[in-house]
C-alpha cells in the first residue's frame, strides 16, 4: 500500500476520533474514540471489502430481529466471540482467594421461586436428583450470614424453562445462607447443551466450523452488602466440552466433582428418591470485598 494510501486513511481516522473531543462526559469521549481507533484499524488491517461490510450490516439487523424479551442473541453474539468473557475478567479482578466470576449467560429471569435449606429449585424439571451445599465467607475466611444465593440451569434436555415458550418456572430458585453461611438445595445435574444457534450467531458457527455446545454448569449470583457480587457457574468434572466451552466460561478453580451415588444411597436430609441415583456436589464461595 502506497504511504499516499496509508495517509488518507489516516486523515479519516483522525477525522473521525477528533469528532468526539467536545464530548461533555470524559468517559464516553475515552470509549467513542478509542472504538473509533480500533474499529478502523480492524477495516484497514483485513482490507473490508463494501460487500462483506454490506453481509456484516445484514447480520447485525438480523442479529436485532432475533432479539426479544425471551432471547438475547446479541449476548450470544458477544459470548460466542469471547467479549463476555473477557468484560467479565476485566471487572472482576483476582482478590485473595475469592470465587472466580464467569459469564451471565441468557437465561437469567428475575423474581426466583425462594426456597429453604435443603429445598429443590428444580419444580418438575427433568434430570437426575442433585444435592449442592457450601458455605458463604469472605476472603479473611469469616462467614457470610445472609447472602442471597440465586441459582438457576437447564434441564436434561438442554433447555432453560424461559425456552418452552410457556409460563412455567423451573431449575431455577434462590435461597439465603444462614448464620454461619452455610446453604444446600437439590438441583439436578448438569448436563451439555447447545446454545441457541437456529439464529444469525448459530449460521456464524456453522460458517467457522464451531461447535454451539456448552459445557455442563449450574449458574450461581452470590449478593451480600459491602461485598462485590459474584456470577459465577460450577462445571462437571471429566465433561468432554471442558476445553472448548462455545462461550469460553470455563475456569480451572471452578470445575468441581459432581459425586454420582449408587441407587439406594441415603440422602443428606433423609429424601425419599424411589431408589433412584443422585449426586452430589460442594461448592464453598469467597466472596471479594466490593469496589
Known amino acids: 500500500m502506497s504511504t499516499e494510501q496509508d495517509d488518507r486513511e489516516q486523515q479519516l481516522v483522525d477525522r473521525v476520533v477528533a469528532s468526539f473531543e467536545a464530548a461533555p462526559d470524559p468517559r464516553l469521549k475515552e470509549v467513542m474514540q478509542a472504538l473509533t481507533r480500533h474499529l478502523h484499524a480492524f ?32 449476548i450470544l453474539l458477544s459470548d460466542v ?22 459469564v451471565f449467560g441468557p437465561f437469567f ?8 435449606h435443603g429445598g429443590d429449585i428444580s419444580f418438575g424439571a427433568s434430570g437426575r436428583p442433585c444435592w449442592v451445599e457450601g458455605s458463604v465467607t469472605d476472603t479473611a475466611g469469616e462467614p457470610v450470614a445472609g447472602a442471597r444465593i440465586e441459582v438457576w440451569e437447564a434441564d ?9 415458550g410457556d409460563d412455567r418456572t423451573a431449575a431455577r430458585g ?22 441457541p444457534h437456529d439464529g444469525p450467531v448459530g449460521e456464524l458457527l456453522n460458517a467457522t466450523g464451531r461447535s454451539p455446545m456448552r459445557a455442563s454448569h449450574l449458574h450461581f449470583m ?31 478453580s471452578l470445575v468441581k466433582d459432581f459425586q454420582t451415588q449408587p441407587p439406594g444411597t441415603p440422602t ?12 452430589r456436589v460442594r461448592f464453598d464461595i469467597v466472596l471479594a470485598p466490593a469496589p
Do not use: C, K
Not at 436434561?156 to 418452552?164: A, H, N, P, S, W
Open 268 to 279: 443428606p436430609d433423609g429424601r425419599d428418591l424411589a431408589g433412584g441415583a443422585w449426586s
Open 222 to 252: 452470590v449478593e451480600a452488602p459491602s461485598l462485590r457480587t459474584l456470577v459465577t457457574h460450577i462445571f462437571v468434572r471429566g465433561d468432554t466440552l471442558l476445553d472448548r466451552d462455545s462461550v469460553f466460561g470455563v475456569r480451572d
Open 43 to 74: 477495516v484497514r488491517e483485513v482490507r473490508l471489502t463494501e460487500s462483506e461490510w454490506q453481509q456484516a450490516i445484514g447480520f447485525l439487523t438480523a442479529t436485532g430481529h432475533a432479539t426479544d424479551q425471551r432471547r438475547q442473541e446479541f
Open 81 to 102: 466471540l469471547g467479549i463476555s468473557m473477557q468484560t467479565v475478567t476485566v471487572n472482576n479482578q483476582a482478590y485473595a482467594d475469592a470465587t472466580e466470576a464467569t
Open 156 to 164: 436434561e434436555d438442554g433447555f432453560y424453562d424461559v425456552q418452552y
Open 174 to 195: 434462590h435461597l439465603f445462607s444462614d448464620d454461619a453461611g452455610h446453604y444446600r438445595f437439590w438441583a439436578i445435574e448438569p448436563t451439555p447443551y447447545p446454545i
Open 109 to 116: 429471569v428475575d423474581g426466583s421461586p425462594r426456597i429453604e
